[in-house]
């Protein structure tokens, strides 16, 4: 989604320069500017716009981190029983 989200971005600034409403760069520099230009617009878009999805894979995640704990705290106390 956030490749996407630069890609998108990176069409429309390219949009921008060839009407004009942009500057072109330096010289030879017209496809870095844009390049550079739609990276900068695109991390706060991205940001933005994909927060549901980040807050739901940090769920996944810690669900996944709590589930490998437990686990692994089972697995210890079977350990000192079997010691002891």
Do not use: H, Y
């Not at 990176?10 to 030879?28: C, E, H, R």
């Not at 686990?71 to 210890?76: G, P, S, V, Y």
């Amino acid at each position: 989604m956030r490749l996407g989200i630069f890609v998108a971005s990176f069409v429309v600034v390219a949009g921008l320069v060839q009407v004009g409403v942009l500057p072109k760069g330096l010289g030879d520099s017209n496809f870095i500017w844009v390049l550079l230009l739609a990276i900068v617009i695109s991390a706060p878009l991205s940001f933005v716009l994909l927060r549901k999805q980040r807050d739901a894979m940090s769920q996944q995640i810690v669900g996944k981190v709590d589930t490998a704990k437990a686990r692994l705290e089972a697995n210890r106390a079977q350990e000192d029983g079997a010691v002891q």
